[in-house]
């Protein structure tokens, strides 16, 4: 390439064009694309492997904090959407609206719609208002509560303009809501469900996230207050990662959640509501992926190791696939994700497919290799510079050590690319400062400056948001950035 | 009572009226119930808790198979689902359609859809056709094949008469669509999904089976050939519980699945599509409910076995309590699925929940047991006659035996059930004298008398349809039965 740059699997490359980047690692990790269905996505094979690895994770977590899973209409009748009147109005504009229940011949050929519904039906946008309906049911007395309920489904918002994970009209998530007798319990709990999903992002997805209740005008539809876990993607771009909400009495009482309490009157319950999605998805890669494509935490990683068997003569393949596959017998009886890679495809893409799919560790066996009991392994995250020479026993024995390293460095270079991202500013003229170039990361400013009549055309502007108070001010930061 | 009969937990009782104590079963047991949005039904906690043990132990057997999971749009175009003509003749009429995509004040009050879609969007009711859109994408050449895909997700046929589990305009199921080169390839892997079927009901839902194929006025909407898996419920009526299609080229033909072959021409693939729903679910419990209940198998029971700490003098409960969570953590180390209920509730009720929500083993810990070191444990098959005290350590022992007796003896009493209710007939005056009864089971008949002149005024007259040709006879017999 004579002193030109390096040779990419992705281009543009993230300096060069971040958005058709992020759609480009989609595409060549082969997790996504977009559907026929406008604004609706495909997950596929790789991509759900990695949902399915957060979801049991993430599931385990939950159920330790005494939440039972259940499984609510994903139909909603217009009438229930309507009872909470900020509710409504946060979620009327994007509304997938079911109208009939049969099909007819069209005049002239093809078909329509007929037998039209008495009251139209929403595709639930999120399910306070059908679960709140239940829980009307189910609580009665104070030995009810609390009650903790979660579905894993799939949720529907009618979107303009989508990107595949990040915004799109049909994702998957999971929503919890959660009752209460008290005021105090609701909001311990809107903080302890953001708790377990910062606990989440860092510890299993290796984001690095900030712990924030949001300005009111951010606040969920309904709610009281709204808690989130902010990151920061390497456009320095704000992420909303996950969202906790207490909702106080006011679905309660829309709705008629009561129970009788210990003085043996008539309380309307105090509800909490708390949600992460696939979005988590475009976030991961948006914080880890590079030039070459993604790169997958080790802990949910859909193949934590892949096994290339390298061929240079026809006459050892079997010698050489019995080899691969003995080693990924010994990594799996240690309980590793092993994925042989025993395509008819040649090793230089074998080489590539597992760059870009972010596999963490590669591993190549060959006939030298075998000869010598050996094996040669790469690490994603550090490249070819990683590459090293053992033998079986020994790489079997430091695998687990290997990818232990690889989910703490992406978790510190992530933390440490925020941290150099983060400016304090004092005034709307800092903050103006602070935004004038390409990637500027987040501004952390008094909470008073929001009140200051400058700062609202800038915002309005450069098309800022106030991302949350971070808990560690006490309230007495806020933070602003762009954000997806 | 005075030589009347034994109290039962749910009246009436399945002589009295099956359909009534079915729904009753499902209350008493909370596993579910209906919801205000008609149709669809709202799966608790208890229930929800069954699904996802048999959702991950199906979900490991149909990975064994090579068998990758996705994520495909809930939405169809509507011109998507014409395109397979007995397909959508099918469907078309139980489809919900979305119309609109947004929500604006209504005059004189309320809200009303707006924004017309251009084209009618159908919630899917299957997903043949938008996943056979994406094959046609994925799949270009034989070295692409076999493609095995599945999902799980939530489909919609809206249905006029609901009954929970069984028949209910939303359902949850899992969905395979595989892909292949050859004919040969399909029909076997119809067949080899049927087998998996088989053995995930016989082994872990303690559900005979008998495996056949449908004849063709009961076959999937454009398929060639469907195999199913039917069940004999305990009112006699036959309950299919899982199917498997072989959709030979005709749906690769109507959306254009297209590979090039080892001989270099364009060739359509052979495609197939098989699937289970929470419809099992029903078929459980009218195969293993007693008139105290549900008797769940313990393989994905919920709560295999519930210590109830029985306390006599308040003084005690502290003692009895660790005692009674003592036990729950020996037996969780063998991972098994322990629950103590520690309900403020009375003893007596507290037994009852145990029987009607058929916990495989109840084990009562009071103080003169934990004096003693002992535990009283009763079978749910068996009930109190099975009755026995023993000390922790001869429990602990044998818990895991005595949990495989009762998924063993579920099994064979619903086998025995089963094949005392199979009438072999020879002429349709011999298959009327069959279902004269009121639980008549099901009539196995030579092949030959469907074409009996007088057979199908019969099965109208009597509401029978033919339940499959079962493989044991080869094609030669047919099964008869009344259906749900």
Redesign the interface.
Known sequence: MGGGKAKTAITPTRDEDFPTWYQNVIRAADMA?N???RG??????YG??L??NMQRVFDGMIKREGV???????????????REAEH?EGF?????????????AAEGG????A?ELEE????RPTSET?IG??MARWIQSY?DLPLK?NQW??V?R?EMRTRMFLRTS?F?WQEGHNAFETAEEARADALKMLDVYAEFARDYLALPVICGEKTADERFPGAVATYAIEGMMQDGKALQAGTSHDLGQNFARSIGILFQGRDGQEHHAYTTSWGISTRLIGGMLMTHGDDDGMLMPPKVAPQQIVIIPVIRDESTQGAVYEYANKIAAQLRDKGLRVFVDER?ERTPNKMWDAVKKGIPLRVEAGQREMEAGDVTCVRRDLGKDSKETLSVEAFCAKAETLLEDIQRNLYSRAEKFRDERISDVKTVADLQACFAGDAPGFAKAPLALLDDPAYAPLRDELSLTTRCMPFEDEGRTVLIGKAY
């Not at 609706?40 to 094979?45: G, W």
């Not at 093809?110 to 719609?113: A, I």
């Not at 139209?120 to 595709?123: A, C, E, S």
């Open positions: 694309e559907s026929p269905v609706c996505m495909i997950i596929k094979p759900y492997a949902w399915e039972q899973n259940a499984y609510f209409p994903l139909l909603i009748p217009l009438s229930f959407l309507s409504v009327a504009k994007e509304c997938a609206v079911v109208t009939h229940h049969r099909l007819v093809g078909l329509k719609p037998g139209p039906l929403i595709v059908i309906d239940s030995r309920l489904c799939n529907m009618w049909e998957l008819e």
